[in-house]
């Protein structure tokens, strides 16, 4: 287990420092990486010459920046905000930062993280997909979250709309832990409602971020973001993605990183199954169920995780559904969510009885409720 403790005493003043850099113009994450590894000491960058900065890879628009300390004012206060606001900042290459991020071409100098420190301890796992899913999109997406999640697998999404949303909620809905990566400052959810979502998320797991904060959630900025999706995971699992999905952009950095990629086949006639049917074909592994994902995982990891699935101790409470209930079941389908509405014309009783129906299919975990008051059989 990772101590906030141990994070927080780090020197403040090579925090400071590190903000710094990630500010200077035209200093970018590869460029950062490759000052940290030339000085033995971040705070020498900024008693270097001018031939000594050229040395150190620094390019020449901020070579002024750096001897004139244009930016440490900003970084300080960004520093005092983070501290007040109860933000930890982990920086690359010290105790805390995730491992598996500094194994990356271009990890961030500084991660602003939000929650649950601990979050970075179990093995990582990422579900993209998606803004738009379809009824099995959402359902899948629901179903992978909730079983990785209560194998003590943390689930790594974006807090987008669709499928990162359903990863998250049905991770935390088993008790699980999840780690949401923004494209924008720690400090803007986005959008905005997911705001409930992101507090629930912070009580076990992690929000984290690499952008300052008051960084808007421009477009440019999810690209970005998204190779610390793949980057802080072991695997990448893309559910429904378009021909143009930022999801197939995660999974290409996941394959550059050297990590692993999942694909969830869809339907050949729909464009949302585009996505993960070429992935598959470039080489992604298939996958049906959470055991497809597991059988790729390191060894220790495999052996930690119970291969019996949860659900064969479910089905004995199918039977103990009410009239109501078994009737409502045969309303349902698996593949097209009915909104309740409908159901409340279809069924013919009041409410209240179908409110308890309902709520009956769901505890037997024979029915789900979908975003939007939408229903489907499971």
């Excluded at 287990?1 to 003043?13: F, K, R, Y």
């Excluded at 420190?117 to 579900?127: F, G, H, N, Q, S």
């Excluded at 807090?159 to 998250?168: P, Q, S, W």
């Excluded at 209930?325 to 409908?342: C, P, T, Y």
Aim: aromatic residues 6%; glycine residues 10%; proline residues 6%.
């Amino acid at each position: 287990m990772i101590s906030s403790a141990a994070v927080e005493s780090q020197n403040a003043g090579l925090t400071k420092l590190a903000i710094e850099l990630t500010m200077l113009p035209g200093v970018g994450l590869i460029t950062q990486n490759r000052i940290r590894q030339k000085l033995a000491r971040l705070e020498d960058l900024f008693f270097l010459n001018e031939n000594g900065l050229a040395a150190a890879g620094v390019p020449k628009e901020a070579r002024t920046p750096i001897r004139r300390r244009t930016f440490r004012d900003e970084a300080g206060k960004i520093y005092k905000w983070a501290v007040n606001a109860g933000v930890h900042m982990l920086l690359a290459g010290t105790p805390g930062y995730p491992d598996l991020l500094g194994e990356i071409p271009d990890p961030p100098t500084v991660l602003y993280a939000r929650g649950n420190l601990d979050a970075l301890a179990p093995p990582r796992v990422a579900i993209v997909g998606t803004r738009r899913p379809s009824v099995y999109g959402l359902r899948m997406a629901g179903e992978f979250g909730a079983d990785l999640g209560e194998r003590g697998l943390c689930v790594v999404s974006g807090l987008a709309r669709g499928v990162d949303a359903a990863a998250h909620r049905s991770c935390i809905e088993k008790d699980g832990t999840t780690i949401a990566v923004l494209g924008s400052g720690i400090d803007i959810i986005y959008p905005r409602e997911n705001q409930q979502l992101a507090e629930r998320i912070t009580r076990k797991g992690l929000i984290i971020s690499e952008f300052p904060p008051g960084t808007a959630p421009t477009p440019r900025n999810f690209p970005i973001r998204n190779r610390i999706v793949s980057g802080i995971s072991l695997g990448t699992l893309v559910i429904e993605a378009g021909e143009r999905s930022g999801s197939l952009i995660t999974a290409r950095l996941a394959m550059e990183q050297n990590r692993e990629v999942f694909a969830l086949p869809g339907n050949v006639t729909s464009p949302l199954s585009l996505g993960p049917n070429f992935l598959i074909k470039q080489g992604a592994k298939l996958v049906q169920r959470w055991h497809d994902i597991v059988d790729e995982l390191p060894g220790e990891i495999r052996s930690s995780i119970s291969l019996e699935d949860a659900r064969t101790s479910e089905k004995p409470y199918a039977d103990k559904i009410s009239e109501d209930g078994a009737r409502l079941l045969k309303l349902l389908k698996e593949d097209e969510a009915v909104h309740f509405d409908r159901l409340v014309e279809r069924f013919g009783i009041d409410i209240p009885r179908l409110s308890f129906a309902l709520m009956e299919l769901e505890t037997a975990k024979l029915a789900r409720q979908l975003p939007g008051n939408m229903y489907v059989k499971l």
